[in-house]
């Protein structure tokens, strides 16, 4: 496993992330606490987190996932474990409560609150990385990075970053940044993997020219890449199987997006090129999120420890040009698979 620089900060991680999205519900305390040891173990010294997690998301268990990895933190050196977390951005209500009939949003208060509330569940005095988790692009971006920067000037944050952005709003934070001499974004993290590879577009360009991390999140299509999904399966505890059994209709329409002929098709593929060079999709897959040049650590989720070991077979594995090649020709055949149409759009 190597390490690397996150965008242009003085913090250095191991190119794998281990994700906590299912500590909490998916995953139970002691199981997350295996989980994060066996991370440990294996050399991982980067965490994310985030004050909405468990996913998916409900005001029952807003900040479980925080409160997880604070009490294992405690269980630590402090200095040699890197912690991420994210306020959350627009959303419901309840991810801060008391709002009254209103939405969180970011601006200076609900970014300095959400952050003191981080820094209690996890039962530390700093955030290595902090990042917004949603984009408010209705919010002066200025006044934003103003209350980030406060919080990096405070001592509370070391370094700032994004989520779910586009190349457009982390262009726009980077400019207000310099113009105002204000906290710059280190890191996006954006979903990325071989069922969706966007971030090889517009965004690859921002993050080299402007030294800007990527941390790919679900580099296995949300369970997709696993080949759990292929010939119709849905796995009993699987999350697009709840989600077409149980979810609602937001879930189903997103369970539809990653679970679909074209996604299938592309596993499938993949699945032949992985047993070619003795290794498993899963692993083949993370293993070619880590070799992109834009990207600093990738971020890997698991409910089990099974389920880590797999990904974690990835972190001495290199591809060569050859498995590259025929990657590359897969996307070709079947480009963009999260769409009906093979059209970038998602």
Known sequence: MTRRRLGRSGIVVTDI????????????????????????????????????????????????????????????????????TKVTGPGHGWFRP????????LD??????????????????????????????GARQEDILEALTELVTQGKVRA??????????????????????LQRMDTVQNNFSLINRRCENELAQVCRKEGVSLLPYSPLGGGVLTGKYQNGALPDGARFSDYFKHGQERQKRMARRFLNDRTLATTARLMEI?????????????????????????????????????????????????????INAV???????????????L
């Open 17 to 84: 992330c281990m994700g906590t999205m299912t500590f909490g519900l998916q995953a139970d305390e002691k199981a997350s606490f295996a989980m994060m040891n066996r991370a440990v173990e294996a050399g991982i010294d980067f965490f994310d987190t985030a004050e909405m997690y468990p996913v998916p998301p409900s005001a029952a268990r807003f900040g479980i996932t925080e409160e997880i990895v604070g009490r294992w933190l405690k269980t630590q050196q402090r200095e040699q474990i890197i912690i991420a």
């Open 331 to 345: 996307e070709e055949d079947i480009p963009y698979p999260m769409t009906e149409d093979g059209l970038r759009r």
């Open 274 to 326: 992985a047993r070619d060079i003795g290794t498993s999709v899963t692993a083949l897959s993370v293993a070619w999120s880590r070799q992109h040049d834009f990207v600093a650590s990738t971020i890997i989720g698991a409910v089990s420890l099974a389920q880590l070991e797999e990904s974690l077979k990835a972190r001495d594995l290199i591809l060569d040009q050859e498995t590259l090649n025929r």
């Open 160 to 181: 700032i970053g994004c989520s779910n952005e586009t190349s457009w709003g982390l262009m726009k934070n980077l400019w207000e940044a310099e113009k105002n001499g």
């Open 108 to 137: 200076r208060r609900q970014i300095h609150r959400a952050c003191e509330d981080s820094l209690k569940r996890l039962q530390t005095d700093y955030i290595d990385l902090y990042q917004t988790h949603w984009p408010d692009h």
């Open 98 to 105: 008391p709002v009254r009939g209103g939405f969180t949003a």
